[in-house]
């Protein structure tokens, strides 16, 4: 069984009872304890954490073909143990799954996740207006130890509207997931309308944004710095 922590906002703890499977950035290893020797061991997935080679070998592909690269490594845990992850000093998100719950999360936001997660990747169409890609990597809790934690640069800020059904508009350049109860949860995409001031390239910077209304249950975590991305239009 396995228990994530946060240590100083910035690292992740991973405490291992009995032996376990780990999926982590690969590289992100930072440390490890443990008893009577190293009882842990770091593999390279090549495909993808999918059971299924052929679920594996498809995922792969999705992700080469549309930028949502996920570089894996799985670490196998025969014993008890204590782990830490990090990335850069990027701040660390911990959240548990529950079953059936669905969290769409970018790719290069995901530090590291258990084996009670499903994970996949799918399509969502909205790449063409963001550095968000035409699929995004999701997790569904298929069990009670399903952890993921999520990385950000900077504190991160959660909206959520499942108590007071108030519509949510964000900048998807800033998007790390979005979490929804048994269904994707996928925004709409809300355009500005084209003006003059686009062409010549004065506009706003916020010309488009995700939207979940609010008959759609959903909780957003952002992070306070915003890719490199958009429409960019303009005259020399």
Known sequence: MLLFEIINELTLKVTCKGSDVLFAKKGSFIAGESMNGKNYTFEKLMLGPQNDFLQAAIGSFIRHATGENLPLMKVSMNGDSITYYANYGQHVVVYKLSPGEIVSVESENILAFTQ?????????????????????????????????????????????????????????????????????????????????????????????????????????????????????????
């Open 116 to 236: 009670d997660c499903d994970y996949k990747v799918r399509f969502i169409g909205v790449g063409i207006i963001s550095q968000k890609g035409f699929a995004t990597s999701t997790l569904t809790g298929k069990g009670p130890n399903a952890y993921v934690a999520m990385l950000s640069d900077g504190n991160p800020l959660v909206l959520s509207n499942i108590s007071n059904h108030e519509t949510i508009s964000v900048d998807p350049d800033a998007v790390i997931c979005w979490m929804s109860q048994n269904n994707y949860g996928d925004p709409q995409v809300m355009l500005d309308r084209l003006s003059w001031k686009n062409i010549i390239g004065q506009h706003s910077g916020e010309s488009y944004a995700f939207e979940w209304s609010g008959a759609q249950p959903v909780s957003v975590l952002l992070q306070p710095s915003e890719r490199k991305g958009g429409i960019k239009v303009g005259i020399d």
